[in-house]
């Protein structure tokens, strides 16, 4: 940045020396050089806050890419595992294809035997219904011998009885008589025996011809069976032919895809190694900015040292006759037994349940509502450029805002962020080295967050304040800058 001072602030008429030159005033240079650079400070924080922003943009761009680049890489995996599994689908529906033709021939066999069996079936009860048939007429020629026997045994018995009347002439007649009585009653017994077995072999063949129509009508629906499990087989096998040049296209497209983000992954992989690049020449231009930044703080240490006023010495003056009286209201209620030393270097911040921003409790809180917020509140009428007054411990944390920066926390963060600033640790780069600060008073300029992205620049100027000559922390006085 280029600073142009005005000629009537450097120079002023120089005495008799005779060369006829304007002689410059040096007082009024170091008051420029003050003035200018803090106006480079500020333009300076500006920056350094930008791009502070743009470092943390540039860091979720990073995570971003990379989160992309590892969803790419898991993709690749999950495509090459896709195209491994569609080769083993592949397989296996070749395989199915090939069980499935062998089942079709197998069925096809398998129904020619089937219909053979059932044409057997059919024959063979058709048989058995014709030698029910022929068992029925022998069974009536067997009733009809044993009829003719019946009526031929009564006839030898007549014979008998006359041959018997006949006496001697008749004794050959009965001879013959009673033979033919005797072969007669051997054929009542031969037909009624052959009856018998005539009529269990009638019931064996109704049985038999009773499982054959069972049989016959099993082979029919086993047949119709068999051609449905051909039908059912052949649409599987259809639909395996279709499943297979589909897993056939998945497989391809699945290569594809794998080639396209290994591709991807090694196009991602070069833009994460240039973003790392950018990302670190980033930081690098914020770090030598920050660097930059505390060179004109220190000009403008030294300008305010140098027994001039400027526009800070007011302020100046005013942090270190607040850091002195809070020093002396501490040791004297450290001296009056009211609060013990140790009380004041309380590093156990309790936090407070249900706080956002977090909101913290120490066992010197109490002191400074009691004791630090009067001297504070007075800061602020003294100079209309004062945001701020406030103590703070060396940590940066702040126990005791001005009022209008303590008001009791709501449920929006943003708001909570902007308007209850008390109770809180500010552990930045601006309060910890107010905090921390020893040397006489420390001049520094910032960015002040106040939520939800919405930053103040300012000028913070810091003095120590020592209890019993142990540092405890500082007091903060916060103006526009």
């Known amino acids: 940045m280029r600073v142009k001072f005005k000629s009537n602030q450097l120079t002023q008429r120089a005495g008799p020396s005779g060369d006829g030159r304007m002689g410059a005033d040096p007082a009024a240079v170091l008051a420029a050089m003050v003035e200018a650079s803090s106006k480079l400070g500020i333009d300076l924080v500006d920056m350094w806050g930008t791009l502070e922003a743009l470092t943390f943009r540039f860091g979720s761009q990073v995570n971003y890419v990379r989160g992309i680049d590892q969803i790419s890489k898991s993709n690749s995996q999950a495509n090459e595992r896709v195209a491994e599994l569609s080769q083993i689908a592949l397989s296996n529906t070749n395989e199915a294809d090939r069980v499935l033709s062998e089942s079709k021939d197998g069925l096809a066999e398998s129904l020619v035997n089937i219909g053979n069996l059932a044409t057997w079936v059919a024959k063979t009860s058709s048989d058995l219904v014709a030698l029910k048939g022929e068992l029925s007429m022998v069974t009536q020629a067997v009733a009809?011998?044993?009829?003719?026997?019946?009526?031929?045994?009564?006839?030898?018995?007549?014979?008998?009885?006359?041959a018997v009347r006949a006496g001697r002439y008749g004794a050959s007649f009965a001879v013959i008589a009673n033979s033919i009585r005797e072969l007669a009653d051997e054929t009542i017994r031969m037909a009624a025996s052959m009856d018998v077995k005539i009529q269990s072999a009638n019931v064996t063949i109704s049985a038999i011809e009773g499982s054959a129509i069972a049989a016959r009508s099993d082979a029919a629906e086993t047949e119709d069976s068999t051609h449905k499990i051909r039908e059912v087989i052949d649409s599987v096998a259809d639909a395996i032919s279709i499943v297979d040049a589909s897993v056939s296209e998945i497989s391809?497209?699945?290569?594809?895809?794998?080639?396209?983000?290994?591709?991807?992954?090694?196009?991602?992989?070069?833009?994460?190694?240039?973003?790392?690049?950018?990302?670190?020449?980033?930081?690098?231009?914020?770090?030598?900015?920050?660097?930059?930044?505390?060179?004109?703080?220190?000009?403008?240490?030294?300008?305010?040292?140098?027994?001039?006023?400027?526009?800070?010495?007011?302020?100046?003056?005013?942090?270190?006759?607040?850091?002195?009286q809070m020093q002396q209201v501490m040791e004297a209620a450290i001296g009056a037994g009211t609060i013990s030393e140790s009380d004041f270097f309380d590093e156990n911040y309790l936090p407070i349940d249900g706080t956002s921003p977090p909101q913290h409790m120490t066992r010197f809180v109490r002191f400074t509502d009691e004791n630090f917020t009067p001297i504070q509140?007075?800061?602020?009428?003294?100079?209309?450029?004062?945001?701020?007054?406030?103590?703070?411990?060396?940590?940066?944390?702040?126990?005791?805002?001005?009022?209008?920066?303590?008001?009791?926390?709501?449920?929006?963060?943003?708001?909570?962020?902007?308007?209850?600033?008390?109770?809180?640790?500010?552990?930045?780069?601006?309060?910890?080295?107010?905090?921390?600060?020893?040397?006489?008073?420390?001049?520094?300029?910032?960015?002040?967050?106040?939520?939800?992205?919405?930053?103040?620049?300012?000028?913070?100027?810091?003095?120590?304040?020592?209890?019993?000559?142990?540092?405890?922390?500082?007091?903060?006085?916060?103006?526009?800058?």
């Open 144 to 162: 009809s011998i044993d009829q003719i026997a019946q009526q031929t045994h009564i006839l030898a018995l007549n014979a008998r009885i006359e």
């Open 252 to 324: 391809e497209a699945a290569e594809t895809s794998r080639r396209g983000a290994v591709d991807l992954a090694s196009a991602l992989d070069s833009v994460v190694v240039e973003i790392d690049a950018s990302s670190g020449d980033l930081g690098a231009i914020k770090e030598v900015s920050s660097n930059l930044l505390d060179q004109v703080e220190g000009l403008l240490q030294l300008g305010n040292t140098a027994g001039i006023t400027t526009v800070d010495t007011t302020i100046i003056n005013l942090a270190l006759a607040t850091a002195a």
């Open 377 to 481: 509140e007075r800061v602020l009428e003294v100079d209309k450029r004062i945001v701020f007054c406030a103590g703070v411990d060396r940590n940066g944390y702040l126990p005791t805002h001005n009022l209008k920066f303590s008001k009791p926390q709501g449920n929006d963060p943003v708001w909570n962020a902007a308007n209850c600033r008390n109770r809180r640790i500010f552990n930045d780069r601006t309060g910890l080295s107010a905090g921390r600060n020893r040397e006489k008073y420390l001049l520094q300029t910032y960015r002040r967050d106040m939520g939800g992205g919405r930053y103040v620049l300012m000028k913070d100027v810091s003095a120590p304040i020592f209890i019993n000559g142990r540092h405890f922390g500082g007091v903060r006085i916060g103006y526009s800058a």
